[in-house]
Nanobody, 116 residues
Framework: QVQLVESGGGLVQAGGSLRLSCAAS????????MGWYRQAPGKQRELVAS???????NYADSVKDRFSISRDNAKNTMYLQMNSLKPEDTAVYSC??????????WGQGTQVTVSE
């Protein structure tokens, strides 16, 4: 089992920054890939960014050059640094951990609201 807890969401003005954290516990040695997803009201959940055990990253086109994903293995924590935020970034952000052979584990989500 893997448990994930997100933090760092909140209300910010357009152009501002936030850093989200996802703390992992449990069988963390078995995690292969971690990622951030978001879901805005009335829209499907979408991948924002992902990072592998080896540090390879992948970003949605809409956040490239604005967001940065990272992992601190010593702290068992994944981060999403979000800069130059836009109102369209408003969503519930959730972290996910993929474990080979066992599937996906999700956090409870954290709300990010970007005002005009």
């Amino acid at each position: 089992q893997v448990q994930l807890v997100e933090s760092g969401g909140g209300l910010v003005q357009a152009g501002g920054s936030l850093r989200l954290s996802c703390a992992a516990s449990g069988s963390i040695f078995s995690i292969n890939v971690m990622g951030w997803y978001r879901q805005a009201p009335g829209k499907q959940r979408e991948l924002v960014a992902s990072i592998t055990n080896g540090g390879s990253t992948n970003y949605a086109d809409s956040v490239k050059d604005r967001f940065s994903i990272s992992r601190d293995n010593a702290k068992n924590t994944m981060y999403l640094q979000m800069n130059s935020l836009k109102p369209e970034d408003t969503a519930v952000y959730s972290c996910k951990a993929y474990v080979l052979g066992r599937g996906n584990y999700w956090g409870q989500g954290t709300q990010v609201t970007v005002s005009e």
